[in-house]
């Protein structure tokens, strides 16, 4: 009884110990974010990359009102003037036309009437992060001397990205379809077909309420604070979100006419271990392209692609362009 007493004694100071460490240092990473001061250390970045994504202090693109607009099919859809976004890692301005977003060697192009390429994708294809002329769609258009349509738009999944693309009038434009997928969009991929357009309103007007309470905050705090140092490296299967990706390709006939390379960008060290097409779903028109990404290619804290990663994906795409002509 005494051996049990004295070792639930020892196990009770042991996890209290580890009970306030891991609450200081949480709380001492949360207050170098708010004084933007990152860390490149693992478990304070950690701790900082989980402050700022979950308790609320990374703004998203698609709540700030000014840069988007109501749109019944996709929910909402960039607003054609200057929307000027910043986190602790950047502050940029971004501009939008029905193409697309802009970027300044494109007119020159459009005005030869070649034959371009549409890049679809989310917030890591749109340029969150960087200005108009710094996303790998705009380095790719010098690169390629052909223009490159950037439809990526923050919070899209890969049915409203087709469904956007349908709506540009480009589709006519392009002989060569890029499309940048993420983790993230696997959920509503899936249930693409049960996804009704009479709740878009409601979906739209339920971005421009999206506060943390403070206890909320506190309570979410504490909890990851504990478990953050024991979860281990996230390890993603593509066979699993193959199939819905490649049902909601499948579904738009247009798209059999046309090349379509697809790449991914998760952001924060998350990988496919196998980012490549089975055999079961192989199609003639259909490439995977898989980037050697390393974690300089992504901000450290808010985990999208840096300016450096953009250069590297618009590298990658122009030299697989090159022997795939």
Same mark, same amino acid.
């Given at each position: ?24 240092? /949480? ?158 969009? /696997? ?36 909890? /990851? ?73 992504? /901000? ?26």
């Amino acid at each position: 009884m005494k051996k049990i007493k004295i070792f639930f004694f020892y196990s009770f100071i042991f996890f209290s110990i580890y009970f306030f460490i891991c609450i200081l240092f /949480y709380t001492l990473s949360g207050f170098a974010v708010i004084n933007g001061k990152i860390v490149n250390f693992k478990i304070i970045t950690d701790y900082q990359r989980n402050f700022y994504h979950q308790l609320g202090f990374r703004k998203i693109w698609q709540y700030q009102i000014d840069c988007i607009k109501y749109d019944k099919d996709l929910i909402f859809k960039p607003s054609y003037k200057e929307c000027i976004f910043s986190n602790i890692e950047f502050d940029t301005k971004l501009n939008f036309y029905n193409k697309g977003r802009i970027h300044n060697l494109e007119s020159q192009y459009l005005i030869k009437k070649k034959t371009g390429i549409a890049v679809l994708g989310d917030s890591h294809a749109m340029g969150w992060g960087v200005n108009d002329d710094d996303t790998f769609s705009a380095i790719l258009e010098k690169k390629i001397k052909r223009p490159v349509y950037n439809l990526g738009v923050s919070g899209y999944a890969t049915n409203r990205e087709i469904l956007l693309l349908k709506k540009s009038g480009v589709i006519d434009l392009v002989d060569t379809i890029i499309i940048q997928y993420c983790n993230n969009d /696997y959920q509503e991929n899936v249930n693409f077909h049960n996804l009704k357009n009479e709740n878009n309103f409601f979906k739209f007007e339920k971005l421009k309420s999206k506060e943390i309470s403070t206890f909320a905050r506190l309570r979410k705090g504490i909890r /990851y604070a504990v478990s953050i140092p024991l979860q281990k490296n996230i390890q993603l299967d593509w066979k699993n979100e193959e199939s819905a990706f490649l049902n909601i390709i499948n579904n738009y006939e247009f798209l059999k006419k046309k090349k379509i390379i697809v790449i991914y960008s998760n952001g924060h060290e998350i990988y496919y271990n196998n980012f490549k097409l089975t055999s079961s779903y192989l199609k003639k028109n259909i490439s995977l392209l898989n980037i050697d990404y390393t974690k300089d290619d992504f /901000y450290l804290i808010d985990g999208h692609l840096s300016k450096k990663g953009h250069l590297k994906v618009a590298d990658s795409l122009y030299n697989y362009l090159l022997l795939n002509k």
